[in-house]
């Protein structure tokens, strides 16, 4: 048996073996929980602008997804998309004024997994004062001093 001062005795050995596993595991699991917490799909990135289309105006609603497979909704409302990995979709004011809360600020943006149905969401900003109320002024007076 080597009794060298840099050779730890043979329990030390096998009770560095047994930490080195169960830290092991335990690394392991929490990575793979880290994979199913989180889906790779990313909607964070997310962003709004008014558009026109057409007549009207619409909200052009751009993003991001790392499965071109994921669904897209906004605010709950199933969109179809252009493109895969990037993506874009115009929806109408009118109609993200149905889909949205009163004076809304925000919407919310989904993306869905269609193998693992898992979901990740994120608010995304409307332009300014896009849903807020119409104030109809009979007279408008201005004074200088």
Known sequence: MDRSP????????????????KRAAVLAGILALSGF?????G???AST?????GAESCLL????????????SINGQVV????RRGWKVSV???TVREWS?????EIEVSLRDPATQQETAASVDLPIGLLGGVTELAALEVSVP
Do not use: K
């Not at 840099?6 to 596993?21: E, G, K, T």
């Not at 917490?37 to 799909?41: D, G, I, L, N």
């Not at 179809?80 to 493109?83: T, Y």
């Open 43 to 45: 909607s964070q990135d």
């Open 6 to 21: 840099l050779a730890a005795p043979a329990s030390n050995r096998r009770i560095s073996a047994h930490r080195f596993r």
């Open 37 to 41: 917490a989180s889906p790779a799909m």
């Open 92 to 94: 109408p004011v009118a």
């Open 80 to 83: 179809n998309v252009e493109g």
């Open 61 to 72: 609603i751009t993003g991001h997804r790392d499965d071109p497979s994921a669904i897209v």
């Open 101 to 105: 809360a009163p004076y809304a600020r």
């Open 49 to 53: 602008r008014l558009v026109r289309c």
